[in-house]
């Protein structure tokens, strides 16, 4: 069974400054996806950005960056320039391949982005 | 992205009634997922529903607790029978879709209380 290991319960970042929520999962599996998703008061979880494990490249996706550490299976998310936008939850989250496999989530981080 | 459209959007029960969470989704998927998430805590995956077959149930979750329907590709529904205070949460439906299905979209879920 996978395990995702979120050990941020509260973050705070200033505006414009930079942050980095941390994540480290553990599998016995070689392929598989990693995913941050952002959920803000509303509820909804939005997809913020993903990274296949069989690619060394880390995934960008403008102010959001990863840095996926496939040996340490660490899968940390920066956010740069940070916005009041920002402020959400933010889970970490594991899928095996395979259309019908199901995602593991952490316990999220809860990020506050403050004047 | 897929759009997907859950009502109710919050609900307050009674103990030992039942409610029905509708999900739409605007286009045809091959699955839809329905997540717990507790207050201040997590995601869990209830079941798994495909089109014409029976959900497939995540251990500690039963079909006579969390009855579900998937009488087409754009639609489900899942029913929170004999409620009770432990039930009340967010429960989010999802779909897979994106590059390959591997990437997974939520409704805004529907927030339950039960008194």
Known sequence: ?115 | SAVISQKPSRDICQRGTSLTIQCQVDSQVTMMFWYRQQPGQSLTLIATANQGSEATYESGFVIDKFPISRPNLTFSTLTVSNMSPEDSSIYLCSVAQGRGNTEAFFGQGTRLTVV
């Open chain 1, 1 to 115: 069974a996978q395990t995702v290991t979120q050990s941020q319960p509260e973050m705070s970042v200033q505006e414009a400054e930079t942050v980095t929520l941390s994540c480290t999962y553990d599998t016995s599996e070689n392929n598989y996806y990693l995913f941050w998703y952002k959920q803000p008061p509303s509820r909804q979880m939005i997809l913020v950005i993903r990274q296949e494990a069989y690619k060394q490249q880390n995934a960008t996706e403008n102010r959001f960056s990863v840095n996926f550490q496939k040996a340490a299976k660490s899968f940390s998310l920066k956010i740069s320039d940070s916005q009041l936008g920002d402020t959400a939850m933010y889970f970490c989250a594991f899928k095996k391949t395979g259309t019908a496999s199901k995602l593991t989530f952490g316990t999220g981080t809860r990020l506050q982005v403050t004047l």
